[in-house]
């Protein structure tokens, strides 16, 4: 089976999945097949895709169906337990783990799993993305957004990967904006504090290219246990 990661991300709208893609392209570029999957995603087109899915579809090395990568696709780009309500359905997440697990057998060397929004995000009343992340025991990538509030937030989400039983594998420092003040400082204080390599500090680039991003990850410490 694959050596799988699950991304996680600070806040929403921190890179997810432009870090992802470029992870997806840095595993590439180092002879690795690679496979991602998003296991639910809210924020789909009328014909229920979603442009965070279509940008890890075409990242990736493994040629798969949309489905296999976004199997559950919500319409409404609000949180996916209430997109889920509104649309009549319920999430669960050792479903959503099995439809990953399917990704996971696919035959790639590298597979990524990439949550929605934070670790905490619900998927109902009683589990969270997070459950997902349990259920597969796989080790966790989180994005850090360089921005004002990043070093309470990325080390509040440190803690809960580690009270969850899971390993924080390593982290990437992502600029999805205009630089912050003292960033170089913010850095630091995240280096010295978190318990997991820094994998890459990945600037803003307008347009973005995860090609041009991936150049500014080490893949090679993700993949060192």
């Given at each position: ?140 990538i989180m ?62 680039i307008s ?19």
């Amino acid at each position: 089976m694959s050596t799988t990661f699950f991304v996680t991300g600070t806040d929403t709208e921190v890179g997810k999945t432009a870090i992802s893609c470029a992870l997806l392209h840095a595993a590439a570029a180092a002879g690795l097949s690679t496979a991602a999957v998003k296991p639910v995603a809210a924020g789909c087109d009328a014909e229920g895709h979603n442009d965070d899915a279509l940008a890890l579809q075409a990242a990736m090395s493994l040629a798969l169906s949309y489905a296999q990568v976004n199997p559950v696709a919500l319409q409404p780009a609000i949180a996916p337990h209430i997109a889920a309500a509104q649309a009549g359905r319920s999430l669960n997440a050792d479903r959503l783990a099995g439809l990953c697990r399917g990704v996971m057998h696919s035959g790639a060397d590298l597979v990524l799993v990439e949550g929605a929004g934070g670790w905490r995000v619900p998927l109902g009343p009683r589990e969270t993305l997070a459950d997902v992340a349990i259920a597969l025991g796989v080790d966790v990538i989180m994005v850090v957004a360089m921005r004002l509030g990043c070093i309470n937030h990325a080390l509040l989400t440190a803690e809960a990967i580690r009270a969850d039983g899971l390993r924080l594998a390593g982290w990437v420092a992502n600029q999805p904006g205009p630089a912050m003040t003292c960033h170089a400082e913010n850095l630091d204080t995240l280096q010295r504090l978190l318990p997991a390599p820094l994998l890459g500090e990945v600037p803003l680039i307008s347009p973005f290219s995860a090609k041009e991003a991936s150049q500014h990850i080490d893949i090679s410490r993700l993949l060192m246990k």
